[in-house]
């Protein structure tokens, strides 16, 4: 089985009280999911009164699930610090506190992320050796798929935080592609030695030095993420929390002017019938839904984190990538890597 | 006439050799210029015998140019530094210097973009007070466009340098869409006011303070540059320029999945053919050519840097925004802004 878990033995935590949608997109989304992997068990923390009618519309999914009351809720807007202090209670808490306690495997949420990672960090705690966890993704490229971190858990980080989320995101893309060394680029302003901030150079030079579980790429640019040219990206929260907006952005742009040029004439609109599966087919390589999915990493546990304005099949992207995870043993994973790393002279001088 | 210029009292300097097609592509993009503007005048520089084979082609664009023949030219990998040392004689710094002696409104110019800024720099000077000279681009939004800088002059900047790039951004916006009070957001991980790197937040305090020539917005993120929610979008260059290049990538990844899409299926390409006109406007309005110009902002001289892949019809949309900013006494307008903020106690304090 070399280290991976059948898939009736996991167990994921649901936080359905999150998002614009709260149930209504995560009680269908997690019934997408049961689809495909009927021997999946759910654990759902939320408002009773919402859920159970949603569930009692998929009889197979409710024999799979075991729902858990709450009263209380952690706003969107609320500030991690004060939700931290008023969380005893709330779906979201308990919903983590299922995994620290080992009755899931993962907790999925689509609820405040400064809240999300501020109780994943006092609840589950960090990996012993992580500085800094951080939240990553995976994105499609022109080759395959990429994994990016941190997307925006730390604004300021320093060369040995940058060091460690390259390691974190080798496996993690290790997990993805099934690539034995993944290659790891971090992000720059140019691909000369002399450029960008000091904490991208001294990791740079970090990593061109250690022993560890990818690949050392060099720097690469904005344009390289969708390119494919590395298995990893690594940055930090300030420039990747803005390059993953703004690509959400772009790629909102491109189908508004993809639906206003079908829509501009009536021989357009025919054509457009024509090639019906062909467009829809781009349409769905644009659809950030089918890539949803934060995950939240250098903690003793797995979380998560869905996006807050996703429906059903955004909510299942989210679960099934933490199921991937979960099925591949990937905390276990990251822990050895990090003692290793930790080993290291060159990475602890 | 209210500060603007006629065209046919405007020459625009242009360094012929820069970019991976040098002439190839600046002189048929001068000569789609010429087409809509003969009025203009253009001082070509670069190696004539590359340059006139080219130019003889458009007898009546020849006529309104002149060929300065230089024998070296900076390359576009040399540094900065070193490209400025061995810079004289360059068809890059005499096009520069045809502006800083006043032959020319503006300099067109697709080469190294770090040796440009750096002889920009040396040559025309800062205006008086500009700490950081900076470089700005036009994006297409969902509503119009949006300015944004800086693209990637100034990796490290002060909340002070900010508030004058949302300055310089400001008069841009005013020349390029006409508004009276462009709006400038910063842009920032979050929109709520705790967020973000010391330098964003520090800036986000005296724009609220001063009284400038926009109004300002608060915290954009990175979505908000396509959905056009600000005219002038401010940040640092290293997230500008990590933006940038990834709104390029996405850009181009959507059009090859449209390409791959509709290349799918007999009945898809039929389809194509039918809306071949609507499809062709959709992939005009992704096409990264015609937004092409990056302004150096901030100099004592107008600049404009041309991508270095763009062929004709790239290099003729930087020169057309050269003659735009140079018609409406860009340079003048942003001298008069800085000044008055420069009198505003609550910027020195």
Same mark, same amino acid.
């Given at each position: 089985m070399s280290g991976t878990l059948n898939l009736n033995s996991i167990t994921i935590s649901i936080d359905a009280m999150g998002g614009d949608f709260g149930p209504e997109s995560a009680i269908p989304g997690l019934a997408i999911v049961h689809k495909d992997h009927p021997e999946l068990r759910f654990l759902i923390y939320g408002d009773e009164n919402r859920i159970y009618p949603l569930l009692n519309k998929y009889k197979s999914l409710s024999a799979v699930s075991q729902v858990h009351h709450t009263a209380t809720v952690i706003k969107s807007d609320e500030k991690p610090s004060s939700a931290l202090r008023s969380s005893k209670g709330t779906s979201m808490?308990?919903?983590?506190?299922?995994?620290?306690?080992?009755?899931?495997? !993962? @907790? *999925?949420?689509?609820?405040?992320?400064?809240?999300l990672m501020a109780l994943a960090k006092v609840v589950l705690r960090p990996l012993s050796? @992580?500085?800094?966890?951080? @939240? !990553?993704?995976?994105?499609?490229?022109?080759?395959?798929t990429t994994v990016m971190l941190d997307l925006g858990a730390n604004v300021l980080v320093d060369a040995e935080n940058l060091v460690q989320f390259a390691v974190l995101g080798a496996v993690f893309a290790k997990v993805n592609t099934g690539k034995d060394k993944p290659s790891v680029g971090l992000l720059n302003v140019g691909s000369e030695d002399m450029k960008g901030p000091d904490h991208v150079?001294? !990791?740079?030079?970090?990593?061109?030095k250690i022993e560890f579980n990818g690949h050392y790429y060099g720097f690469v640019e904005g344009n390289d993420i969708t390119k494919g040219t590395v298995d990893v990206v690594v940055t930090d929260g300030y420039a990747g929390n803005i390059a993953l907006k703004t690509a959400e952005g772009v790629s909102k742009l491109s189908s508004y002017y993809f639906k206003k040029s079908i829509k501009s004439s009536p021989l357009a609109m025919l054509g457009g019938l024509f090639a019906y599966g062909a467009l829809k087919r781009f349409k769905t390589s644009l659809d950030p839904r089918l890539q949803?999915?934060?995950?939240?990493?250098?903690?003793?546990?797995?979380? *998560?984190?869905?996006?807050?304005g996703s429906d059903d099949v955004g909510f299942a992207s989210a679960v099934r990538l933490s199921v991937q995870l979960a099925q591949h043993g990937y905390i276990k994973r990251v822990a050895d890597e990090i003692n290793h790393l930790l080993t290291q002279e060159s990475f602890l001088a």
């Open positions: 808490r308990l919903a983590v506190e299922a995994v620290q306690s080992g009755q899931a495997d !993962a @907790i *999925v949420s689509s609820g405040n992320t400064g809240a050796g @992580i500085h800094r966890p951080a @939240i !990553a993704s995976v994105f499609p490229t022109i080759s395959g150079r001294g !990791a740079a030079e970090i990593l061109s949803n999915g934060g995950v939240f990493m250098g903690l003793n546990g797995l979380c *998560v984190k869905s996006h807050g």
